[in-house]
């Protein structure tokens, strides 16, 4: 697999963007979110997007240099028509308005649809975090995964990010599926020809499978719910992401949402800590509570205990100085649109 720069990534992919038609705002917008989903360890929703985001605007699905409309509003919500412009534009747009409504009336609430691919949800939990305010985002995505006890696609992976300030280095983030893992996860071993884990996928009868191709050739498996034997518990809460993201903003749940067209439904929440008291006291108490957890006893096999957000920034380090690895499907494709594109490398 080559190593490539993250200056590099975000240099080829903002001209072919831009050889697309995108301004240079939805561009940079749009690269800067993917590469550093690959800088922070998320390869799958890193430049691994690129050309499927290529495709889509090719076949008509994206809309560049689109409107992004608030279609309905009040002091401290929003609902927002996407117009199916690039998702990474347009969320960033939603988190903007959320905070500029928690900033007048202290909690701001944006749902969106008719909204493409948003990529990776902590950047934008992280937008509010970095204003003294608490960021939580849902989102609804295509029908990968199977309800608990099902053998077929139903449900979206239906992610879950919060974000909060603390005293002391980065936030606190934690972005996670609501299924086992991200479909985009199972993309990267398929792309890479290795087998998955066990307990990620099931085959079109419901049997574990090893095999990426089980989920992406006909007849397709699943991707099975958060938790193992507690899976209904992973189940539950990706329903409940069905709804915020899907039902209020009224893209559509289910198969229904499929119906509108791949890409997301949208929400997003931002809420002014000092609404409630100090910054500065609710950071020490996080912090507070910080320090007991890595005072805590370590269990065997452990020397550290980590809190959400810190694997992806340690990782953020390395990547920054060594590169990024790509698998060479990923990186073959690109050089291929890109060559299709007549952008020159």
Known sequence: MPIITAERLMDVGVRMLKAMGASDYEASTCMDFLVKA??????????????????????GGTNLRSEIRIVREGPSTALVDGNWGLGQVV??????????????????????????????????????????????VVVVAPTFVAPYGGASRVLGTNPICF???????????????????ASGKVNVKYARGEK?????????????????????????????????????????????????????????????FMKRGEGNGVFLSATDISSFGPVDEFKNRVEGLIDQLKAS?????????LVPGEPEDREFEKRSREGVFIEDKTWNEILSVARELKVAL
Request: aromatic content about 6%.
């Open 38 to 59: 690959n800088l922070r360890g998320h390869d799958s929703h890193g430049v691994i997007r690129l050309v499927p985001y290529i495709k889509r605007i090719q076949r």
């Open 91 to 136: 969320a960033k747009r939603g988190m903007e308005i959320a905070i500029e409504k928690a900033q007048k009336t202290g909690a701001g609430t944006v749902s969106i649809f008719n909204c493409c691919h948003v990529g990776r949800l902590a950047d934008y939990a992280e937008m509010a975090s970095d204003r003294n305010m608490i960021g939580f």
């Open 163 to 181: 974000s909060t300030p603390r005293a002391k280095g980065r936030p606190i983030i934690l972005d996670m599926a609501t299924s086992v893992v």
């Open 196 to 256: 998955v884990p066990d307990g990620w996928i099931i085959d079109s009868d419901g049997n574990p499978t090893n095999d990426p191709a089980k989920f992406f050739e006909e007849p397709m498996g699943a991707l099975l719910p958060l938790g193992g034997i507690a899976a209904h518990k992973g189940y539950g809460l990706c329903l409940i992401v069905e709804l915020l993201g899907g039902a209020l903003s009224g893209a559509g749940c289910g198969k229904e």
């Open 297 to 305: 006893k370590k269990a065997v096999g452990f020397a550290e205990i």
